[in-house]
DNA sequence: CTGTTAGCGCGTTCAG
DNA sequence: CTGAACGCGCTAACAG
């Protein structure tokens, strides 16, 4: 068989076996993008998804449009895939009631306002944040810097950065330590600026004195938040102690200081299960009977809410000088 | 009409379309992923050609295969895609063979060793080397160093690699500068180790004296170069002058040094350009006669080779200290 | 120019 | 158990 297979150079078509199956082993990855930004974690995951979605034998159609949901609404009712993954979720995010009203299968990547709309995978961003607190409130530290996500992303109510924040705040809450949070922005001078305010010249008139911890949770300031705290003039340990949360794994940069690493490999298999799993229960149930699919999505709603580990980088948690 | 075709929700099955009429409208992205590989520059590219499809009424089907050629093969043979963009070129590569052989339409980004045997676009790294080194020259540097990318990306034989090193040697032989060309490593520690011994104790003896430039070509480098640089003791731009190549556009990490960017946006505009008019012109041809089809796509390649730029960073080129 | 029909290639079903 | 025929939804080609 094989051989004549080979022989012969035969191959069956895609769109022929879609159409008389009504499966095309396809899995949409939708990449919402805001004109102009950049996003460096949207590489990785695309890359992870596509790799995840290999293994379970699908085929991985990326969707990168401005306008968040009409592309997605485009490749679901074209039948363009079995299955959508949708990345950059906002609290209330405007694809969930898309997906849903056309019962089509999908899971997220990230954490929506509500839980029970569609399956979803994140990590604990809120528990990163409180436990990043809390570790350094422990070693001694008082005054700490949470610097969040940009503003833009916290206006367009992105799940992981409001819940970072909600983290940080709790953390700050329960442990007493005063915690200042800022926000990051995209200009490498300008957030070097912003984090000299923070750090040297407290502008609240310096009530509990210089922050002695800086807490990173914006992706993109990874890279460059050493070259923006020595400009400060300030050195790493000694004089502040730096964490970065939702650091690439295997990106270099984040290497060398203490990090909650975001577990983008983890994260992109577990999604894509669910994406499969709501696809393949679909397509069971919903032969002949059409009032099952959309109750079947929604009873069909698993979550896997990744607990927070924090690794020690080349410099652990450091104690604040006295 | 429109009207109508909202109130009914009525939809085209985009696999019957394609059975019918034999096009897809999905362009295949084939990106090479060697196993625990992370390369920068792949997101970006798939984003940008992503976009670039849109705006061409196509979608994107992102293939990433340990196995270079067999995703592609598969692609084509099952007919998922009517043109396939390949990345991460080899001066020889496989995947040319496998498109070449199976008469699928395909354009490149980056310059294979055959020019002629596909549509390509690339920026033009031999030159792009070549013009740094003697400016570089020009400004009074005797004595640099390539940073090329590593050892792995040479003995692949990656097109950007080799022709990047050949320019910088070109740049040599006509400036009469002496360039030690150095191989990049992943790990950033000893990165910064060969650094501090390429820059500082030079192990030829010393000959011509400590180099005065550094050229940084390896793209996963450039975020930490000058915190190695700086590691090693050495100040920017008083002790050394460091300019990159192939910086991505909008990366801040590199905004601050002269660089020569890698045009993402364009490169991957054009690629997606060349593929569809591939695929048109097949589809157009290939109607009842099967020679035309591998004839057409072996006339029709065209080529673009972006000439670098070399932009001053914050930082414009300094002429070594006496 | 508008309406009708055949068939794209596969999987399933039904008859032999 | 093996093989033929039907139909998935669309578009191109053809007839009126």
Redesign the pocket.
Known sequence: MQEAVDALG????????T????RTHVIALALPRPAGQRNAVDGPFAIEVSDAAVRLGYDLLLTTSQDKAEGLRRVAL??LADAAVLMAVDMEDARIDVVRELAFPAALIGRPADEDALPWTDLDWEEAAALVVSELAAAGHREMVYLAPTEAEVVARRSYALRGIAGATRGARSTGAAVTVAHAVDDPAGLARRLRVLLTERADGGAGGRPTALIVQHPSAHHHILTSVTDAGLRIPEDLTVVVIGALPGDPAGRRLPRVELPVETLAGEVTRLAVAAATALHETAAGDVEAGPRLLADAVGHLLIAPALLPGDMPLTAPRA
């Open positions: 035969y191959h069956p078509r895609a769109s022929a076996r159409l008389r199956s009504s074209s039948g």
